[in-house]
C-alpha cells in the first residue's frame, strides 16, 4: 500500500476558540477520499478528532480541528497512539490511490506538536457580522478586556477597524491578517504586541485634525504603516510617528520635495 510522505502541521503558536488546528498528509500520487477519516489527538486530557476536509482529489489530505471552549493545552498538543502506532482512523470511510483505487496506508509519523498551544481564555477575533472590533458578536468568545489577551485570527471573515478605544493585555496579529485604526482612535495593548501580518498587519490613518494612536506597555514585534494626512500644494512640517524614533528613520527619501531638518 501506498505510504505518505510528509506531514505539515499547524503552526507554533497559541490557539484558542474557533481557530483551525489543520493537518495535511502528503503522499507522493493523486488520492481520493471518501466518508469522513480522521486523526484523533489529545489536547490536555481530552480525546479530539481532526476530521477530513472534503477537498478535490489531489496528493494533498487535510485533516481539521476547530478549538472548542473547553480545550486547553499548555504543554503541546499530540496525536493519540491507539494501536500501539499512530495511525489515520477511516472511522467508516477510505483513502485511495486513484489510479488503482487500491486503499493508502494508514500508518503516519508524530510531528513536533510541542509548540502548538491551547488556550480558551484568549479572546479571538473572526468578525463574525461586521468590522467593529468593539462589537463582541465579531469575537469568538466575547470581546476582550484590558487585562484580557487577544488573537486577530486567520479564520476571520471580516478584518476589524477600531472606531473608538480598543484595549486588551497581550495582541497577536496573525499572518493574512490587519488592524485598521481610523483617525484619532486609540489602541492601547497593556501586555506585549506581537504582529506576524507584516507592514499590512496594522494600518494608522489620520486625516487633517486627527492621528490614530498606539501605546504598548510591554514589547513590540513587527512593522506598522502610518498613513500621514497631507494636502496638496503645501508644506508640512512632519515628526516621527514613533516616541524615540528619528526623523532621518522615518522619512528616508530625501529630494527636492523633502528636506529633513537633524
Given amino acids: 500500500a501506498m505510504s505518505y510522505s510528509s506531514i505539515t502541521a499547524p503552526a507554533n503558536g497559541t490557539y484558542s476558540v474557533g481557530q483551525n488546528l489543520?493537518?495535511?498528509?502528503t503522499y507522493p500520487g493523486t488520492v481520493s477520499v471518501t466518508g469522513t477519516p480522521n486523526i484523533p489527538l489529545t489536547i490536555g486530557s481530552t480525546k479530539v478528532y481532526a476530521t477530513y476536509v472534503s477537498e478535490a482529489a489531489s496528493a494533498n489530505v487535510r485533516f481539521r480541528y476547530t478549538v472548542s471552549s473547553g480545550d486547553a493545552d499548555a504543554n503541546?498538543?499530540?496525536?493519540?497512539?491507539?494501536?500501539?502506532?499512530?495511525?489515520?482512523?477511516?472511522?467508516?470511510g477510505i483513502i485511495q490511490k486513484t489510479t488503482t483505487n487500491e486503499a493508502v496506508s494508514y500508518l503516519i509519523s508524530q510531528p513536533d506538536l510541542s509548540g502548538i498551544l491551547v488556550d480558551?481564555?484568549?479572546?479571538?477575533?473572526?468578525?463574525?457580522?461586521?468590522?467593529?472590533?468593539?462589537?463582541?458578536?465579531?469575537?469568538?468568545n466575547g470581546a476582550p478586556a484590558f487585562n484580557e489577551s487577544?488573537?486577530?485570527?486567520?479564520?476571520?471573515?471580516?478584518?476589524?477597524?477600531v472606531t473608538d478605544l480598543f484595549a486588551c493585555n497581550n495582541l497577536t496579529i496573525w499572518p493574512g491578517t490587519s488592524i485598521t485604526l481610523n483617525a484619532g482612535k486609540r489602541m492601547n495593548i497593556y501586555g506585549n504586541l506581537t504582529n506576524l501580518a507584516g507592514e499590512?498587519?496594522?494600518?494608522?490613518?489620520?486625516d487633517l485634525n486627527n492621528t490614530a494612536s498606539l501605546k504598548v506597555a510591554g514589547t513590540s514585534t513587527g512593522n506598522i504603516t502610518f498613513k500621514r494626512f497631507m494636502t496638496g500644494n503645501a508644506y508640512?512640517?512632519?515628526?516621527?510617528?514613533?516616541?524615540?524614533?528619528?526623523?532621518?528613520?522615518?522619512?528616508?527619501?530625501?529630494?527636492?520635495?523633502a528636506f529633513i531638518a537633524t
Avoid: C
Fill in 22 to 25: 489543520d493537518f495535511v498528509v
Fill in 76 to 92: 503541546g498538543i499530540e496525536f493519540i497512539n491507539e494501536y500501539g502506532q499512530y495511525s489515520i482512523n477511516p472511522n467508516g
Fill in 120 to 140: 480558551n481564555s484568549i479572546k479571538v477575533w473572526l468578525g463574525t457580522v461586521s468590522t467593529d472590533i468593539s462589537d463582541a458578536a465579531n469575537w469568538s
Fill in 150 to 161: 487577544a488573537i486577530i485570527a486567520k479564520e476571520a471573515v471580516r478584518q476589524p477597524v
Fill in 200 to 206: 499590512s498587519g496594522i494600518v494608522m490613518n489620520s
Fill in 236 to 257: 508640512h512640517l512632519l515628526a516621527s510617528p514613533v516616541s524615540g524614533q528619528s526623523i532621518s528613520g522615518f522619512l528616508t527619501q530625501t529630494d527636492n520635495n
